[in-house]
């Protein structure tokens, strides 16, 4: 029953920092062996990954977006935050955050947020 929802502001201003929280419920994001992920979906594109948290709080970024990109947890809101800025029009997307469980047998589950719209403009 893992149940992944994002928040955060529907609009932004270019050149202000997006940020964007993911609240995880059935699972706790600071138990192995879970993987945290943001990933976004800009209109008429595909999907683009931005980044993850592992379990251990360790993060990993898309290179293409890791200047300006910042991955983070809290633990005690069981809670995946997201940071992106300074952001353009072209950051305009649907968000979505994920997580993958991992099993002793090397299977794995992946759970999706049902996305959110973020608009940076004026």
């Known amino acids: 029953q893992v149940q992944l929802q994002e928040s955060g502001p529907g609009l932004v201003k270019p050149s202000q920092t997006l940020s964007l929280t993911c609240t995880v419920s059935?699972?706790?994001?600071?138990?192995?062996?879970?993987?945290w992920s943001w990933i976004r979906q800009p209109p008429g594109k595909g999907l683009e990954w931005i980044g993850t948290?592992?379990?251990?709080?360790?993060?990993y970024y898309n290179q293409a977006l890791k200047s300006r990109t910042a991955v983070s947890r809290d633990t005690s809101k069981n809670q995946i935050i997201l940071q992106l800025g300074p952001v353009t029009p072209e950051d305009s997307a649907v968000y979505y955050c994920?997580?993958?469980?991992?099993?002793?047998?090397?299977?794995?589950?992946?759970?999706w947020g049902q996305g959110t719209q973020v608009t940076v403009s004026y």
């Open positions: 948290i592992a379990y251990s709080g360790a993060p």
């Open positions: 059935g699972a706790s994001i600071g138990t192995k062996p879970y993987y």
């Open positions: 994920n997580g993958v469980f991992v099993d002793s047998q090397g299977k794995s589950a992946t759970y």
